[in-house]
């Protein structure tokens, strides 16, 4: 006299996701002291896909090193390669020393780059200095 119980599983479907066909877009290439961090997007802004040299696999002061932001810039490329991008306009920010091995790679790896623009922030005499240090 055993009952039988019939369990339904729900099954979730997942959407397909869309690949849009973007020619001309944003690269973001964000290098500090510590870390270079490049995004792309499109004309709007909306992100199409990002790396950083720690996602590339280097740790510690490697991730610094102009030899690391080439290569996130390679990952980067491989990653987001369905959406055909072709130009992208360059954004710079930061003083590390992956900025410049980043926009070369995004030559190497055949992007046509429209324009390089340096939006580092630079303060207007904003935040009082510590004192100086007398030895």
């Known amino acids: 006299m055993t009952t039988k119980e019939v369990k339904t599983a729900k099954v979730k479907t997942k959407k397909k996701k869309i690949v849009k066909q973007v020619l001309r877009g944003n690269a973001h290439i964000f290098a500090s002291y ?3 961090i490049v995004t792309i997007t499109d004309p709007n802004g909306n992100a199409l896909g990002w790396a950083s040299s720690g996602m590339a696999g280097f740790k510690g ?12 810039v390679k990952m980067l490329i491989d990653k987001i390669a369905d959406y055909g991008l072709k130009e992208v306009n360059v954004y710079v920010k930061g003083i590390g020393q992956g900025r410049e ?23 207007h005499n904003g935040c009082r200095q510590p004192k100086r240090r007398r030895v």
């Open 101 to 123: 091995g980043a926009v070369r790679a995004l030559y190497a790896n055949g992007l046509n780059v429209l324009s390089i623009n340096d939006v580092t922030p630079i303060p």
């Open 34 to 36: 510590n870390n270079t």
């Open 61 to 72: 002061p490697k991730k610094a090193t102009p030899y690391a932001s080439t290569m996130v």
